[in-house]
């Protein structure tokens, strides 16, 4: 389970450059989600808004006081939640030059999501997205990335499963080394729980000879899938 991630929003004009940029880092508890803006790179009249859902929670910073912190409160731990991370750029007191999501926490039992329900994972620890962010054309590139993992306190859901399967050749009543090295045949699978389906990869496949594998679910229903 993801506790900690780092998030960096870089607003750009129509031809690529850079207008101004921030970097947070979010640190998620039972109680609620922890919020501090690191870095802020801005013009010297730039500034921004980081609020959170519903513009109700959050703090702000410009080119002189660029840091910022709050706490967004979860207020029943038990409950699934999502969280959006509203970031508005501007310039000058009233101008808004850029508006984005500069992230999203979806919580599903104890694991947090991307907002494509995929849980956070060390092969998949990042979420990207850029999107037009003002009638200018300006858009917004984001990357919210987990930093830290923990293990889910004990008795919770697991959101991913891995197995690997070895066969061996044992000719005859030979004594052979049962280890990965002296396997002839080699599966490894993934399996991840989402709040809406079941997804299973094929993560790594060798034989000895030249042959395809084939992996079947099946449900109650009997309705069956492959994975080849």
Known sequence: MCTEFKG????????GNALSSITANYKISPLGIRVNVTNAVLSTDGNYELNSNDDTNGCNGNATSPNCNFFYEIKDPSLDYQVDMILYFGQGEETTIGTTIAGKFSKRGQVILHDQNQPYTKENPCWNGTYLASQNKN???????????????SGTTCAEYQSVSLIY????????K???????????????????SFVVSILNYTNGIKSNVQFESYSSDTFSQTCK
């Open 8 to 15: 960096t929003t870089t607003l750009n004009d129509a031809s």
């Open 139 to 153: 858009t917004a590139v984001n990357s919210l990335c987990c930093t830290k993992f923990e293990k889910p306190p």
């Open 169 to 176: 050749l044992q000719p005859g009543r030979q004594q052979q």
């Open 178 to 196: 049962y280890d990965e090295a002296n396997a002839f045949l080699h599966l490894q699978m993934k399996y991840q729980f989402n709040n809406s």
